[in-house]
């Protein structure tokens, strides 16, 4: 069974440009959440779709934003970077959703922004 | 408001050892989940348990343990006979039933030395 595959793994932005980040969960899985790792913050939940609707979104602004396709696969967005959202985004897929399931993490995909 | 802590940053133990991860989390909600993760270098979690807040029975799988009790909100987590396989980040985390979201800790990272 394939694993949750992030693209791309490493990415290099400068402030001002945009972003955007592709997952692609386990098959069958119709949930996405989608986290940010930095070493100050630690891991932040930033939003979850399933079945291609948001179901709910954590503590980031509107720059930070995502959809789902109907396949399930993923896409996050960051618009008008800033330095600080240099970090390393993860994305999870459940088959349950996020508040009762086993979480199946992806290797993540780092940015930096210069 | 929901809240797991993760006090113990970083732990060096020798091989064979055993360790305790604490965790503490903090919620008002009676219907949650706690779960840990490990996160190796390569930068994914994974999965290592799911415990809801209706069963407090410890669970052993192999040389991990965990003991959850309500009275003092902890869930801890134990590694018996360490080995070098075992360094990483471990994450604690909470996810409330209602609200469809994730609550990670500040992690321990832990390394084991031959």
New interface residues.
Partial sequence: KA??TQTPRYLIKTRGQQVTLSCSPISGHRSV?W?QQTPGQ????LF?YFSETQ??K?NFPGRFSGRQFSNSRSEMNVSTLELGDSA?Y?C?SSST????G???????S?LTVL | AQKVTQAQTEISVVEKEDVTLDCVYETRDTTY?L?W?KQPP??????LI?RNSFDEQNEISGRYSWNFQKSTSSFNFTITASQVVDSAVY?CAL?????????????TKLNVKP
């Fill in positions: 694993g949750v959440s986290y630690g891991l932040q939940f979850e179901r709910n954590g390393l993860l999870a959703g996020t508040a009762t086993e979480l199946f993490f992806g290797e993540g780092r | 989940y779960f993760y390569s930068g994914e979690l994974v999965f799911r994450f996810s409330v039933y209602n609200f469809n979201k994730f609550y990670f800790g500040s992690g």
